[in-house]
């Protein structure tokens, strides 16, 4: 058996907001989303702990959910994780299975828009990595991108903390003043939450949000690999899945993805 699940793997909850995007893309397929919330946040995390979680929870969404293509929504597990993942782990044990990140489809988009100078904003781990500048530098090295780390942004929608952000976003963006960017990509699975915002207070400049793009980026990669897209049920089954339930968990996933969710858990070693 090769699986026959799309699985969406997050270091939490905020991979929900993919989750939505790609389910209401592709209703008849059939999902499962696995949350890690027991080790979330990621982003402050060395890359060895990260690689650890991460691959047992892709592994259990192989072993346990039968899922053919894994997508990390997460940007921090996949700067830290996918290449070993890809290089080492699916060759020994999952030859013909595959696992996605979310990178490598927004510096494409970005390459095909026609950016020149770019911001990103993103976790502390991410925008520490240097992997979005090195990844696209080798689709267009005459890009330019202007980092700047955002760690206040997760913690305020894991704590219902809305009302906190506008000035926060608005010293985050300050960064950019004067840099003459024509577009500012959310690197973070959490930050298109607060996309309106940033867009109101951005005028002029692109908001690349990575809800608004996966989904595209999906049906693309299924076209060209026919051999993965005709082994995908259309059944439209969704699960729900975490390591760590908690009633303030459940509030924030259906502040995220709509009050119709139900969570169950995973038991993950
Ligand atoms: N999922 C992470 C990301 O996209 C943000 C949350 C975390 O730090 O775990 O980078």
Request: with cysteine.
């Amino acid at each position: 058996m090769n699986g026959n699940k799309i699985g969406i793997f997050d270091s939490g909850l905020g991979g929900l907001i993919i989750a939505r995007s790609l389910i209401s893309a592709m209703p008849d397929f059939s999902f499962t989303y696995l949350g890690d919330t027991l080790h979330v946040p990621y982003g402050p995390r060395s890359y060895e702990s990260i690689y650890g979680f991460a691959e047992s929870c892709i592994d259990y969404l192989f072993r346990n959910e039968d899922c053919r293509i894994v997508i990390i929504a997460c940007n921090t597990a996949t700067i830290a994780a996918l290449r070993k993942l890809q290089q080492v782990y699916l060759p020994a044990n999952f030859p013909d299975r595959r696992i996605l990140g979310i990178v490598i489809p927004t510096l494409e988009y970005v390459a095909e828009g026609g950016f020149k100078n770019i911001g990103l904003l993103a976790t502390t781990g991410t925008i520490n990595s240097g992997v979005y500048e090195q990844e696209l530098a080798k689709l267009n090295p005459d890009i330019k991108i202007y980092p700047v780390a955002a760690p206040l942004l997760v913690p305020l929608i894991e704590n219902d903390g809305d009302k906190f952000a506008p000035p926060i976003i608005a010293e985050y963006l300050k960064n950019f003043d004067g840099r003459n960017i024509d577009s500012i990509i959310l690197g973070c699975t959490h930050y298109p939450h607060y996309k309106d915002l940033i867009r109101t207070c951005t005028p002029g400049i692109e908001i690349i949000s990575q809800d608004e793009i996966i989904a595209e980026k999906l049906a693309d990669y299924l076209m060209r690999h026919p051999e993965i897209e005709r082994d995908l049920s259309r059944d439209g089954a969704r699960k729900f899945i975490a390591t760590d339930i908690t009633e303030s968990y459940l509030t924030v996933a259906k502040n995220i993805f709509g009050n119709e969710i139900t969570i169950s858990h995973a038991d993950i070693p």
